[in-house]
């Protein structure tokens, strides 16, 4: 089956209000073809609109969608630019009470994927026991172990609606390559109800793949679709045009004038 569609196709899966995730790992590997063509039909269309975003880690990529006022609420451990400083944008409108902020960790994260793919509500673990996460998160609850009675963190299931993932390579069945550094993706892959995949590279088949094809639902070719976060080994991070966004973008107008300049 041929799984090949445009980056245009591909956006108009994403409905307003819907949960989407987005694959990779701070400033590697990030689907920003996507969340710029996203914004532009978000512009043209007027939606998709009240997203939940979804991201392990989140930076540029999370950062001009929360600009382009396409989210609602973030659930994530991490927001920001690593050695570039805050994300401004996030930090904008999340200081002015204008963000819902789902509080998460890498653990609330992992397990909450981890118990939509065995199909229960919820993924035990010890992590934010003796924390103040659980006074914050008060729909997370503790439960005690049948067979020790050692209290527990039940956190609850999480399943995006849609999951978009930068890879390598891919072919037009839906077999992809994401290279070494897999974050939480194959995770994403599997518990989410759809899932884009974009890639540098299309071929005619692979014979080796991090994510399968019957998990994969479109495949959309987008040379340089991570630009300006990295692709190892095709491109590196582009340091300079993400401090430059840091250094321009501030608040809403500000974020504006670069948006005017960079979103093609």
Excluded at 180 to 189: C, G, I, W
Excluded at 198 to 222: M, N, Q, R, S
């Amino acid at each position: 089956m041929d799984k090949l569609i445009t980056l245009e196709q591909a956006v108009g899966f994403i409905s307003s209000g819907s949960i989407i995730a987005l694959g990779g790992m701070t400033l590697y590997r990030r689907p920003i073809a996507f969340t710029k063509a996203l914004i532009k039909q978000s512009q043209t269309k007027g939606h998709p609109k009240d997203l939940t975003l979804m991201t392990y880690t989140a930076s540029y990529e999370s950062d001009i969608l929360v600009g382009a006022r396409l989210v609602k609420r973030v659930r994530t451990c991490y927001f920001g630019m690593e050695i570039f400083g805050l994300a401004p944008m996030f930090t904008y409108y999340a200081n002015r009470g204008e963000l819902d902020i789902i509080e998460e960790s890498e653990a609330s994260l992992a397990l909450g994927l981890r118990a939509t793919i065995a199909r229960i509500g919820f993924m035990p673990g010890r992590a934010w026991i003796g924390t103040d996460l659980l006074r914050l998160r008060p729909d997370v609850k503790t439960i005690l172990d049948p067979y020790t009675d050692e209290e527990l963190v039940a956190f609850p299931a999480i399943k995006p609606d849609v999951v978009i993932i930068h890879a390598l390579r891919a072919d037009p069945e839906g077999n992809a390559q994401i290279g070494d550094n897999k974050a939480v993706d194959e995770d994403l892959t599997l518990a989410s109800g759809m899932v884009i995949v974009t890639a540098e590279e299309i071929v005619p088949e692979l014979k080796k793949a991090d994510l399968a094809a019957p998990f994969v639902h479109a495949i959309v070719h987008a040379p340089r679709g991570a630009t300006p976060s990295s692709c190892h080994p095709f491109y590196p991070m582009d340091g300079e045009a993400i401090l430059a966004y840091t250094e321009q973008v501030s608040d809403p107008a500000s974020f504006n004038a670069y948006l005017a300049n960079h979103l093609d």
